[in-house]
């Protein structure tokens, strides 16, 4: 598997994966093209300000499948780094995701990143296996939105520090 800089080329996989009912079901539905377009927009602005996004593309696969970012936030009035990602359809449940969290792990300490947190729908049982398969530890349940979409989140650590 290989995890290829997100970039430009990777609008229309934003497109995709944001229109998408079965991806974004978790994180209050699906946007139009022009709200998807400005997805793009802000994770192009956050790679430049230096966030890690990166496009999926599976073994036997030529086309990302996509995306695993660790990018910068707030929480509780606090800078964190946080982690998410998205895979269409066709490629749930085929250990993909935990593939592309375990080989993006090591790439963080070169970011001094030393804790992550990550804040998946409480519903979302595949998000929270990923996380727990991972050795991230669940905290608290709490409020918060996805673009701007309200959504009731799991909060999830791992302590990158021991590791490091």
């Known amino acids: ?13 934003t497109l995709a994966l944001e229109a998408d009912p079965e991806v974004v079901r978790h994180l209050g539905g699906v946007v139009d093209a022009d709200d998807a377009a400005l997805v793009h927009e802000r994770r192009m602005t956050a790679v430049a300000d230096g966030d890690l996004f990166y496009t999926i593309i599976p073994d036997g696969e030529s086309e990302p499948v996509g995306i695993v970012a660790v990018w910068r936030g707030s929480w509780e009035s606090q800078p964190i780094h946080e982690v998410g990602g998205m895979l269409l359809p066709d490629f749930h ?12 792990l090591p790439r963080l ?11 998946p729908g409480v519903e979302n049982r595949a998000s929270n296996a990923v996380l727990a398969k991972l050795g991230f530890q669940r905290l608290d349940d709490c409020d918060l939105d996805y673009e701007g979409r309200p959504i009731r989140c799991a909060h999830w650590l791992r302590d990158l520090s021991a590791a490091a």
């Open 109 to 119: 300490a070169s970011a001094d990143v030393r804790e992550l947190h990550s804040f």
């Open 93 to 104: 449940a085929r250990g993909i995701m935990v593939r592309a969290f375990t080989m993006l």
């Open 1 to 13: 598997m290989e995890l290829r800089p997100y970039a430009e080329q990777d609008r229309q996989l």
